[in-house]
Structure formats: C-alpha cells, structure tokens
C-alpha cells in the first residue's frame, strides 16, 4: 500500500502544478518614448568666385637621404662559421670532379665587409682554387654565402682546403672554414 500512494499522489501533484505555473501575470510593456527632434538639415552651398586666384602649385623638395655613419676606425673584424650549405664534411667525391662548397656565415663583428676584405687560403690542398678570393659585401650582423669551386685530385685520400678572412690591412680575423672530403674512384 505504501508504494500505491506515492505512484498516485506524485502525478496528481503534477498535474496541479503545471496549469498553476502558466498563471503568472503578464509583465507590463515598456512605454514607447518618440525620438527627439533633430535639428534641421542646413543644405551646403558653393560659391564660387571667379575673382579668386587660383591656389598655386605645390613644389615638390627632395631632402637628401641621412645615413648613420659607422666609424670604421674603431670597429671590430669578426667572422663566425654557421653552417655547412653544401657538401658536408667527409663527403664521398669521385676522381677530377667539381666540387661546389658553400659556407653560410655571419659578420659578427661591428665592421662592414666591402671589396678591401678577402678570403685567403691558409692549409690544406688548394684543390684548384684560386688562393684567394673576395669576402664580400656583408653588413655587421647580417649572413652572407661564401661559395668556391674544387677540383678533386685523381689521387685517393682525404682532403682538407682551409680559409681564413683577412680585413683590408692584411690581418686575419674570425674562424677557419674548411672543406673536408673523401676522394675515390
């Protein structure tokens, strides 16, 4: 009987309750307020007047451009090896073949490289190379790519070409890039 009650009583509260809750008063509407008046649209006019003299033309000035100079007297010649581009150390080369080897750097020092810098042959086999080639043009911070062509020897062995930068006074500066390869048949 306990369990008879409650599964009569419970849909009977329902249905008591559900019509009750729709009897809610409706809720007030909001009052219309009309917008403000505006204040008149005033039309634009043009008067011309033909006595008027013309607006004279603009003269265009070019100012000459302002580049920060950068004492080269007291600046610092530095080079720094980033990474191998091409033909990685200990690479396989066959006999009398062409050998393209690029080096990415940076100009870590405070000097600008121009066409006084060089990059010189200081170890190793040449390898067909010329002794010395241009280091340039490279701005202080920026990464510049050096590039020189090999020959491999008709000799089986291991070959080393380094090269060292020097600034326009003939001083060498920053580290020693090399080519290190593995020549056979």
């Known amino acids: ?3 008879i009650l409650p599964s009569r009583i419970l849909p009977a509260i329902l249905l008591i309750l559900i019509p009750a809750s729709a009897c809610s008063p409706a809720p007030a509407p909001t009052p219309f307020i009309p917008p403000t008046n505006q204040a008149p649209l005033i039309e634009p ?6 006595a008027q003299e013309t607006a004279p033309t603009q003269q265009i000035i070019v100012l000459p451009t302002i580049l920060p100079t950068i004492d080269q007297s007291n600046c610092v010649n530095n ?3 980033v990474e191998d581009l091409t033909i990685p150390d200990n ?5 009398g073949s062409s050998v393209d080897k690029q080096w990415l750097v940076e100009n870590s020092g405070t000097c600008n490289w121009n066409a006084g810098y060089r990059l010189r042959h200081v170890g190793g086999a040449v390898l067909g190379a010329p002794e010395e080639i241009a280091l340039y043009p490279a701005r202080s911070g920026t990464q510049a790519t050096i590039q020189i062509i090999f020959t491999a020897p008709f000799t ?6 380094s090269w060292q930068a020097f600034d326009p006074n003939g001083l060498a ?3 020693l890039i090399y080519l290190r390869i593995l020549v056979s048949p």
């Open 45 to 50: 006019t043009l008067i011309i007047d033909s």
């Open 91 to 95: 690479s396989f080369v066959p006999f």
């Open 173 to 175: 500066f920053g580290e």
């Open 156 to 161: 089986e062995g291991v070959y080393e070409s």
């Open 1 to 3: 009987m306990s369990r």
């Open 79 to 81: 080079l720094t090896f």
